[in-house]
């Protein structure tokens, strides 16, 4: 790095080092980040993508807390992909993880399971801890998948508020 | 994950088999569908999963035909259906890479209350994909006995193809005729299958469509097919009026799928017109609900592997016979200028029936008339309008119910 960056200080003799340093870590910003291990068969679709610091996810967990097993997509676990292979969206959620753009209030999957549903999660995402891509259904326009990068640890997710997504009222 | 105080049961039957379909998923499916080794519907949920265990748990359930129907088409909830089948409620423990299974059979006694799907647990919106396939399938009495009434069958093969040609009709303009066949029936309990072909009248054997006008002729026909068995019946019997029903998602469908051709509002009210037809149809269809068959329902698409898109049962019979004959003593206008300017273009003077272009309102109407009296009609002004194509004035009484005109002109 330090042989490009003085290569490139040769070449703009005007320029200081930390201006160059700025220029190369701009251009090469993304490369900060790698998505070898997330097993997707096909990376490009990442290629409109998007980090995402400002906006905050909702996310379930079955726990009142956020745990690393929570941030585990279901290929990781080593789950069998269990919906239509030829439905690239939800083939392309299988190696991701589910979170939900806090716009949306209702939440059909803690009606049908309330357990497994139980919490929700109100995080923010720091810088560089992986790519998100908007996927919607027709029940859930704020759906998204985030896409770890390889090297993400639970430090690069922010925890902002724990609720008990379900009261329930009902008697069986 | 709740304990079972219970060894495992050996059965497969609550295990699918075939057409498996997620109705709402996330990274993995949350609520699902498909078929036993039996070809029993079984609708399935996520749980619980144990971490540690690595351990997915679901429940399934099997279902009738028609309470699969009445939850697709939101009529009960995934929670009613649990409750239904409090003795048979089927926990599987999968494994994570499901290499093997578990299963429990279990009353609802045994489950905690807190697993239990909540009041609202509605059927997801599902797409559906667009097919040139429909199928009507009765359900109950004779045909359980894979037997219809020919009487019956005749009423299927009239109106229903009545329904898709109306669909059509307001799709005209874009050069594609309709052809619809029917293919051979399948027992179980009594179905009906019928096929459309759209032609290119332009090139009729041409195969390709490159401007995707035939996908989209497609994709339209299934969202009116879908208006007319789901929102039609609820709007009539609400509105009791066809000028008021609301059109607006099919509409919004159109403008999306053919955004290039806009249609005038005369063109929506000949729609309410063709839909109020329609729900005629269906009246037609559904005479024998109750005495041959209790319900009928319409697929879209190959019925082993789609999802009903309507159904007509008792309650939508009873509805229509009482909307119908309501609408239709309402709606009949008497117009009382008893002068009109028409020009006849078909005339047949043993009848003395025939029709005509009405001039009304600045636009020119087609109508149909009768000539009273018994005085022959060749060589009168009548005759002369027909055959030199001419604008005569005449006087009569003129009718109009649900957009279609009828004059009973005096013979003069």
Same mark, same amino acid.
Request: charged letters at 25%; one cysteine or more.
């Given at each position: ?20 340093? @700025? ?20 990376? @490009? ?15 379930? @967990?079955?726990? %009142? ?24 969206? $939800?083939?392309? @959620? ?12 209702? %939440? ?34 704020? $759906? $998204? %998948? ?27 | ?30 609520? +699902? ?25 679901? +429940? ?10 009445? *939850? ?83 009423? *299927? ?53 490159? *401007? ?16 007319? +068995? ?138 149909? +008339? ?40 005096? *013979?003069?």
């Amino acid at each position: 790095m330090t042989i490009i960056l003085t290569e490139l200080k040769k070449c703009f003799q005007s320029l200081t080092l930390e201006f160059c340093e @700025s220029v190369f870590l701009t251009i090469f910003k993304d490369m900060h980040m790698t998505f070898e291990n997330l097993g997707l068969p096909d990376l @490009s679709i990442l290629d409109n993508a998007f980090e995402d610091t400002e906006n905050q996810y909702k996310r379930w @967990s079955k726990v %009142d807390r956020l745990t690393e097993s929570n941030f585990k997509s279901r290929y990781e676990k080593g789950i069998k992909f269990d919906g239509d292979p030829f439905d690239t969206a $939800h083939y392309n @959620s299988y190696f991701g993880i589910s979170i939900i753009r806090v716009k949306q209030d209702e %939440d059909l999957r803690a009606i049908i399971a309330p357990v497994y549903y139980k919490y929700v999660i109100i995080i923010k995402f720091v810088e560089n801890a992986g790519k998100i891509i908007a996927s919607p259904t027709l029940n859930n326009p704020e $759906h $998204h %998948d985030f896409y770890k990068q390889d090297n993400f640890t639970m430090d690069l997710v922010k925890e902002y508020q724990i609720s008990c997504n379900i009261e329930r009222r009902e008697r069986v | 994950m709740f304990k079972i105080e219970k060894e495992p049961t050996k059965t497969s039957l609550p295990i699918i088999k075939s057409n498996y379909k997620s109705l709402l998923y996330d990274e993995g499916s949350i609520l +699902f569908s498909g078929r036993n080794y039996l070809g029993t519907r079984i609708l399935g949920s996520i749980a619980d999963e144990d971490y540690e265990l690595r351990k997915l748990r679901y +429940f399934h359930i099997l279902l009738s035909e028609s309470d699969y129907t009445k *939850f697709i088409l939101k009529k009960t909830t995934y929670r009613e259906l649990i409750l239904q089948n409090a003795n048979d409620i089927f926990v599987v423990d999968y494994p994570y890479d499901k290499s093997s299974y578990e299963i429990f059979r279990l009353n609802l006694n045994q489950i905690p209350n807190e697993y239990i799907p909540l009041e609202k647990s509605f059927c997801p919106d599902i797409p559906q994909k667009p097919s040139i396939q429909y199928s009507l399938r009765m359900i109950g009495k004779l045909a359980n006995d894979h037997l219809i009434e020919i009487t019956d069958l005749l009423k *299927f093969d009239q109106n229903f193809p009545t329904i898709i040609r109306n669909g059509m009709k307001f799709l005209n303009g874009f050069g594609n005729t309709l052809t619809l066949y029917s293919q051979p029936r399948v027992a179980g309990s009594f179905i009906l299958n019928y096929l459309i072909k759209i032609d290119d009248e332009k090139n009729p054997s041409c195969e390709s469509d490159f *401007f995707g006008t035939k996908q989209n002729i497609i994709r339209f026909l299934s969202t009116y097919m879908e208006y007319n +068995f789901t929102k039609l019946c609820t709007e009539l019997v609400r509105k009791r009026s066809i000028a008021d029903l609301d059109v607006d998602s099919l509409m919004n469908e159109y403008n999306h799928l053919f955004s290039d051709f806009k249609k005038d509002t005369t063109s929506i009210e000949k729609l309410k017109n063709d839909l109020y037809e329609n729900a005629k149809c269906i009246d037609a269809i559904s005479t024998s609900i109750g005495t041959n068959f209790d319900q009928i329902e319409i697929y879209s698409g190959e019925i082993e592997n789609a999802d009903p898109i309507g159904i007509i049962d008792i309650t939508n019979k009873s509805n229509l016979s009482i909307a119908i004959p309501e609408i239709e003593s309402s709606d009949i206008k008497t117009y009382e200028a008893n002068e009109f300017s028409i020009r006849i273009y078909q005339l047949n003077t043993d009848s003395r029936n025939g029709k005509a272009l009405l001039k009304l309102n600045d636009e020119d109407q087609k109508i149909g +008339f009768n000539i009273s009296g018994k005085e022959k009609l060749s060589e009168t002004k009548y005759s002369e309008s027909l055959y030199f194509s001419q604008f005569i004035t005449i006087k009569g009484t003129l009718k109009s119910q649900n957009g279609s005109y009828n004059l009973l002109i005096d *013979f003069e």
